[in-house]
Nanobody, 121 residues
């Protein structure tokens, strides 16, 4: 069984920083893409950023220049460094991964349980 476990959320003032982590565990052969999504109250879940196994990163326009995604392939962990946070960044942040559980497996998509980020003074 595969699990994605997020950590690092919390309450921060506008202009502050937070670092989210997401560790994948269980029966994992390889992880292709790892990413972060977020969902604010009353809104649809949206892509924040994703990173390929080779380290190529992509960002939503709303977070470019403020957020940085990175990963440690040896630890099956993805990070999201969030700087210059704004109230509109308030949401539940979800980790997402496309991975194979064994050699020859189909690529499957997994979600974490989410971590709350609140930006407020």
């Amino acid at each position: 069984q595969v699990q994605l476990v997020e950590s690092g959320g919390g309450l921060v003032q506008p202009g502050g920083s937070l670092r989210l982590s997401c560790a994948a565990s269980g029966s994992i052969f390889s992880i292709e893409i790892m990413g972060w999504y977020r969902q604010a109250p009353g809104k649809q879940r949206e892509l924040v950023a994703y990173i390929t196994g080779g380290g190529s990163a992509n960002y939503a326009d709303s977070v470019k220049g403020r957020f940085t995604i990175s990963r440690d392939n040896a630890k099956n962990t993805v990070y999201l460094q969030m700087n210059s946070l704004k109230p509109e960044d308030t949401a539940v942040y979800y980790c997402n991964a496309d991975l194979r559980k064994y050699n020859g497996d189909y690529l499957k998509n997994y979600w974490g349980q989410g971590t709350q980020v609140t930006v407020s003074s």
